[in-house]
Each structure stands twice: as C-alpha cells, then as structure tokens.
C-alpha cells in the first residue's frame, strides 16, 4: 500500500510565502508522477501542479504560474516532493492534497491534471491565506 503524507502549511498574509513538502512510502515498485491539487470550500478539487519522477519536467495550473514552484531534490531524497508558494493570495486558501499517479521516470507530468488520474492521494493539509 503506498502512503503519501504532507507536512507544511498553515496560515500566511497575503503576497506572503508558504511550503508544503509531500513523501510517497510504501509499495512503490513504480516511479510516479507527483504533484498537488487543492480544494476550496464548496468548489471543486482542482490541479495545482507536477512533477515528473526525474524532477526534469514540470507542469502549472495557470493561475500559479509564476507564484508556485514545485520540485524534487532527488539526490537528497528522490521520495519527496516540495511545493514553494510565493506572493499567496486570499484566493489561494483551500485543503492542498499531494497526489501521485504511477507512470515512467520522465512522464508529462500534464498526464495527472485531472483528479480522475491520480492513483493515491494524501490526507491533506490547510492553507489559509488572510487579506
């Protein structure tokens, strides 16, 4: 059984910064893409971002373009994945969910933007940004 468990989070004012770091566990005979999507009171889950298991590719919702870095240091810890958000907006509070998705080393990481195509899922965590 494969476990993703988030850490970081919290609140920030906005134009503040904030991170979220996300570690796979378990049966991972795969690699995976890996990524966040989040979700706000009475809306949708939506995608945020991924990265592909070589940490080579990357791919942004458009709304965090800019803002929100995801990455992978894989020579510290290839099982961690990390999401840096700068310049948080109110808009941006909402439940983040690391995801992962089975696939190859250097897959489009464009593959797991929709919620449907994500294989595991952690428990969450808030972000709660205030004006």
């Known amino acids: 059984q494969v476990h993703l468990v988030e850490s970081g989070g919290g609140l920030a004012q906005a134009g503040g910064s904030l991170s979220l770091s996300c570690t796979i566990s378990?049966?991972?005979?795969?690699?995976?893409?890996m990524g966040w999507f989040r979700q706000a009171p009475r809306k949708a889950r939506e995608f945020v971002a991924a990265i592909s298991w070589s940490g080579w590719r990357t791919y942004y919702a458009d709304f965090v373009k800019d803002r929100f870095t995801i990455s992978k240091d894989n020579a510290k810890n290839k099982d961690t994945v990390y999401l840096q958000m700068n310049s948080v907006k109110p808009e941006d509070t909402a439940i983040y969910y690391c995801?992962?998705?089975?696939?190859?080393?250097?897959?489009?990481?464009?593959?797991?933007?929709?919620?449907?195509?994500?294989?595991?899922w952690g428990q969450g965590t808030q972000i709660t940004v205030s004006s």
């Open positions: 378990g049966r991972t005979f795969s690699d995976h893409v």
């Open positions: 995801a992962a998705r089975e696939d190859g080393k250097d897959a489009d990481p464009q593959v797991m933007a929709f919620p449907k195509r994500v294989d595991y």
